[in-house]
């Protein structure tokens, strides 16, 4: 029986609240009342409507006394007054007040009781709430009936839009957080992952201020207790690399590096499904079943198998599934100190290497420029891939100066011994359009040569472009593919490109030179 929620505080009077109800239920509304439809492998497939990724130039933060001198100000945490925060909460709120029925999930963000945050999402969707439900942490009945006040809210009224015409407002789409209220307010967007992100966001926030270093990362569990972090973008590879049949999944992109070890964020995962089969990622492909939410792929009406291979609607497709529709997951998911920390780059250029042992200056310097290209689709406007640089791997998500969260990597990769690689799983033998994507097969054994120690004292060949040591022996790799420019038909062009890499590299560093110091500047590119 559902347990009755008293939303006076949130300011909701909606007659009917379907609290924390079951896939079922929340299948059946989505198909009667969002066009929703269920696919071969039991799965739910749906639209998100307009915007099928994140618009990253909508989101705001509130600028308030308390936390502005705290907040890393920009491109990604655009300021807006507290006034406007609350009349673009009001809207939200007067929407959902026009619904007949509203969906409430309370669940947790964190496996660390220590770090748990409750959270309150209220939508109108039924859609988002199971989405939700996937990627929050579910509650026992009895955490349900003593969940008492949520320590975060979201209002999700993404269906109506933002006045353009309110001031500080970029477009229809307006995504806003408050620090200090602690809620989050969605307009006029319906895709789901800016309520995970927004999360994300705040735990970004709250863990760095108690030591914990907040990461948008992957990880994972060998048989021994060895633990690897896989950072990347969207795209890289986070949610393929770190579903190994052979080690136990934590998490897929938010977790948690306290004082006890690891712990994820989430209760789930948001795997892109692009080109999903079940010979290159079985894991991902067998978690696809009922209770899974497919976003925006296309599936033939009739048969109702899903078409991996479509981007009709967008390259950006996804699922959203429970942790535990891994095989190898088994919640909690905590675990201990990483032995290894994993950046996977997506190289466009194609002039990385596809492995290199890091020292501690070079794993702060990649970790501070974050470099990267966004590939299809991920965000809104992205068509193909463009060259990025996202501090921390997380830049659209840090709510404080990216040094801040460097430090504490630092300080953790010191204290445990953790051993840090650079895993380009872009291009090869040519940049974007010219080479080729280097294929996955390699990568996992690059992945696994690393587990099994193999490349811990593993001969290296120091790049003269980056001064990276490239691993120039991987079991299984071939050796060409091991050093970029013997990959490419002709290395004067291959040097061409990789001077243009450092150079971008260089000047993105500027900003960060200062605080990092002399030894992290000469960690990169030589000059």
């Not at 409507?49 to 600028?63: E, F």
């Not at 990362?217 to 950072?231: I, R």
């Not at 998490?251 to 499904?273: L, M, P, R, S």
Request: include cysteine; hydrophobic fraction near 40%; aromatic fraction near 8%.
């Amino acid at each position: 029986m559902p347990i009755h929620v008293d939303l006076s505080p949130q300011e909701i009077t909606v007659p009917v609240v379907v609290r924390n109800a079951s896939p079922a239920r929340l299948y059946e509304d989505a198909v009667t009342r969002e066009r929703a439809g269920i696919v071969s492998s039991g799965a739910i497939a749906i639209r998100s409507g307009a915007k099928t990724g994140r618009s990253p130039k909508d989101k705001h933060v509130v600028r308030h006394p308390d936390s502005e001198p705290d907040v890393w100000w920009g491109p990604v945490n655009h300021p807006i007054d507290e006034h406007t925060f609350l009349l673009n909460r009001q809207r939200a709120i007067d929407y959902l007040n026009t619904r007949d029925q509203i969906y409430v999930f309370d669940g947790f963000a964190g496996w660390d009781p220590a770090s748990r945050l409750k959270v309150r999402v209220i939508c109108s969707r039924a859609y988002h709430a199971l989405f939700m439900q996937n990627m929050l942490i579910r509650p026992t009945l009895d955490e349900l009936e003593r969940f008492g006040s949520p320590d975060y809210v979201i209002y999700n009224a993404g269906q109506f839009p933002a006045n353009p015409l309110t001031a500080q407002m970029t477009s229809r789409t307006s995504i806003d957080l408050s620090l200090e209220r602690r809620e989050q307010v969605i307009l006029g967007t319906e895709y789901a992952g800016e309520m995970k992100k927004g999360v994300f966001t705040l735990m970004h926030w709250l863990l760095p201020a108690r030591g914990i270093l907040s990461m948008h990362c992957a990880a994972n569990e060998g048989s021994k207790g060895d633990v690897s972090l896989f950072f990347g973008l969207s795209g890289t590879g986070k949610t393929t690399l770190s579903a190994d049949p052979t080690r136990r999944l934590l998490g897929d992109d938010e977790h948690g590096w306290g004082e006890a070890g690891v712990f994820n964020i989430e209760g789930g995962c948001y795997a892109k499904c692009i080109h999903l089969s079940a010979d290159r990622e079985p894991e991902i492909f067998r978690a696809i079943r009922f209770g899974t939410v497919l976003e925006n792929v296309v599936y033939d009406q009739a048969t109702r198998e899903v078409d991996f291979e479509s981007s009709a609607i967008t390259e950006n497709t996804r699922a959203a599934y429970p942790i535990d529709h891994i095989d190898n997951a088994r919640p909690p998911c905590t675990a201990g100190h990483p032995r290894h920390v994993i950046f996977l780059t997506c190289d466009a250029s194609g002039v990385l290497p596809p492995v290199s042992r890091l020292s501690r200056e070079q794993a702060m310097y990649q970790f501070l420029s974050g470099y990267t290209a966004r590939v299809a689709g991920t965000e809104v406007g992205i068509f193909e891939p463009q060259l990025a640089f996202s501090a921390c791997f997380s830049a659209a998500f840090l709510v404080r100066h990216p040094v801040v969260y460097a430090r504490l990597l630092a300080e953790k990769l010191q204290r445990h011994g953790t051993q840090a690689w650079l895993v380009n799983t872009g291009w090869t033998g040519g940049g974007y359009g010219v080479g080729k994507r280097i294929d996955l097969a390699a990568t996992r054994q690059i992945i696994d040569a690393i587990h099994a120690g193999a490349l811990d004292a593993a001969a290296v060949e120091t790049d003269p472009i980056f001064g990276l040591h490239a691993v120039s022996q991987v079991p299984g790799v071939p050796a060409e593919l091991l050093i970029p420019r013997r990959a490419w038909a002709d290395v004067g062009a291959w040097e061409t490109a990789a001077r243009m890499l450092a150079a971008k590299l260089r000047e993105n560093f500027v900003v960060y030179a200062e605080a990092a110091g002399p030894d992290v500047v000469q960690a990169g590119p030589p000059g």
